[in-house]
């Protein structure tokens, strides 16, 4: 049997952008009335952060915790520490609430990209990352991507890396087998 999820940002709760987003309540309780079986955690905060009162949010509407985004600068060393630690609080959340399946799939984020923001549905070959930008990148995806997996390797299983300003991997930048999505 095919199970369908659905996600907070399909109800406008997305990062960076601004408008009505309602309450989790509203948003869970309309899940659960389509009948979808899960939800991806959304915005850090919009749900509650505390793991037992989340757990019971979702078991009484019969939802499970599947995933969650966690936008990220895999192209900026400077930010990495911050990216990592958010990166971490995420997978232990989703460790601890929906068990060992879930995924937390890392994104550069795209709402403070100038460029992605112009351009978006009309990227270009030309702007897609160089190749330093490439090794940075690789090397951010395998340094956070390490953190959640070390730290709490034997309560979730996937970390998923989603470039968002991407237009090719070079044959020489890869991230040490993690999967690479490209968007």
Request: glycine share 8%; with cysteine; charged share 25%.
């Amino acid at each position: 049997m095919i199970q369908v999820a659905n996600a907070p940002c399909s109800w406008g709760v997305i990062e960076n952008v601004e408008g009505e987003r309602g309450g989790y309540a509203r948003v869970l309780d309309e899940m659960h009335e389509a009948g979808y079986a899960g939800t991806e955690l959304g915005d850090w905060g919009f749900m509650p952060t505390d793991p037992r009162a989340l757990r019971r949010e979702l078991d009484r509407r019969q939802l499970k915790l599947l995933a969650s985004w966690v936008s990220v600068h895999l192209h900026d060393p400077s930010r990495l520490g911050a990216d990592e630690a958010d990166v971490l609080r995420t997978a232990r959340q989703l460790a601890e609430v929906g068990g060992p399946d879930n995924l937390v799939v890392l994104g550069n984020d795209p709402y403070t990209d100038a460029l992605r923001t112009l351009m978006a549905g009309r990227i270009l070959p030309e702007h897609g990352m160089n190749e330093a930008q490439w090794r940075t990148f690789a090397d951010g995806a395998n340094r956070i991507a390490r953190s959640p997996m070390s730290n709490v390797r034997s309560q979730i299983a996937q970390v998923r890396v989603v470039a968002t300003r991407v237009t090719r991997i070079p044959a020489d930048s890869t991230a040490e087998g993690r999967s690479y999505v490209i968007v």
